[in-house]
Nanobody, 115 residues
Framework: QVQLVESGGGLVQPGESLRLSCTAS????????MGWFRQRPGMEREYVAG???????NVEDSVKGRFNISRDNDKNTAYLQMNGLKVEDTAVYYC?????????WGKGTLVTVSS
């Protein structure tokens, strides 16, 4: 049963932008913190950004100023706006929804930054 559906990945050139989307069921979206993680080639999965169901957001320092997370409660969708993409941002990006007793992951969407 698919709980989280990501979209928006693709191939872009350095300096360009992408917006990733993650749509969840209403029950999951309304009660969980939504976040994005990524796994770069040869590296461990790492936290990128998160936003609580109250709208409090946090972005990892290495992408702060370039990436922004938001959520649309009417659409049950969380977004990751990525600007000024760099080659080192190439990764599979995963959406996650979590709370005290829940933890859901999407299947991931590939972002490739290359000239």
């Amino acid at each position: 049963q698919v709980q989280l559906v990501e979209s928006g990945g693709g191939l872009v050139q350095p300096g360009e932008s992408l917006r990733l989307s993650c749509t969840a069921s209403r029950s999951i979206f309304s009660s969980n913190t939504m976040g994005w993680f990524r796994q770069r080639p040869g590296m461990e999965r790492e936290y990128v950004a998160g936003i609580t169901n109250a709208g409090i957001s946090n972005v990892e320092d290495s992408v702060k100023g370039r990436f922004n997370i938001s959520r649309d409660n009417d659409k049950n969708t969380a977004y990751l706006q990525m600007n000024g993409l760099k080659v080192e941002d190439t990764a599979v990006y995963y959406c996650r929804a979590w709370a005290y007793r829940s933890d859901y992951w999407g299947k991931g969407t590939l972002v490739t930054v290359s000239s």
